[in-house]
């Protein structure tokens, strides 16, 4: 089983729509992250955790929100979807310890808005 | 402000050739940290390298080197032998302080490696 588990996999959504996208891992991490991915444009922050009662912007959180729901779940909500936020999200977790911080990403949501 | 610029959009190779990914930074912290990360066209980013600012010494893994160039604000990703498993999306990332909520990407650079 993967250690970043994000569902669903595809998604079709209509403009205006309430979605939700999840992510859950069991690598014991403190740290999660919502990122997503533009063709051409890399990855963008959207939004990070670094526990369940801190919550932070990212680079790109207009039209966005987060709910960590316990250490292990961190879901992604778009209250109300929009075309150009058709893209590819990634969920990742990261555990800072000392100096050495590295992400480990789930397989990514592919989410269209029509 | 901290930046990653890949100017490489897509490269092809034939299998067997030597490739070199290039990635340029800037940043004006003395710290800071730099990763390659790897897509394969399954989607999933997998973590390559970390290379902090004080460690200039090049890296080797296998088929894979790093040469990392404080001088000239590089840190360029050679794959020797190329295959055609290592045919992916590639992303240099910049992060000051070493902190993933400060991690900037570089667009990516699509490698595809012919048979």
């Known amino acids: 089983d993967a250690d970043v588990t994000q569902t669903p996999r595809n998604r079709i959504t209509k403009t205006g729509k309430r979605i939700m996208l999840e992510c859950s891992q069991t690598k014991g991490h403190d740290r999660m992250y919502w990122y997503r991915q533009d063709p051409g444009l890399g990855l963008r922050l959207i939004y990070y955790?670094?526990?369940?009662?801190?919550?932070n912007k990212g680079e790109i959180s207009d039209g966005y929100s987060v709910s960590r729901q316990a250490q292990a779940k961190f879901s992604l909500s778009l209250e109300s979807a929009i075309p150009n936020q058709t893209a590819l999200y990634f969920c990742a977790t990261s555990d800072k310890t000392g100096t050495d911080e590295k992400l480990f990403f789930g397989s990514g949501t592919q989410l269209s808005v029509l | 402000a901290q930046k990653v610029t890949q100017a490489q959009t897509e490269i092809s190779v034939v299998e067997k050739e030597d490739v070199t990914l290039d990635c340029v930074y800037e940043t004006r912290d003395t710290t800071y940290y730099l990763f390659w990360y790897k897509q394969p066209p399954s989607g999933e980013l997998v973590f390559l390298i970390r290379r902090n600012s004080f460690d200039e010494q090049n890296e080797i893994s296998g088929r894979y080197s790093w040469n990392f160039q404080k001088s000239t604000s590089s840190f360029n990703f050679t794959i020797t032998a190329s295959q055609v498993v290592d045919s992916a999306v590639y992303f240099c990332?910049?992060?000051?302080?070493?902190?993933?909520?400060?991690?900037?990407f570089g667009k990516g650079t699509k490698l595809t490696v012919n048979p």
């Open positions: 955790s670094f526990d369940v009662k801190d919550i």
């Open positions: 990332a910049l992060s000051e302080k070493g902190g993933s909520e400060k991690l900037v």
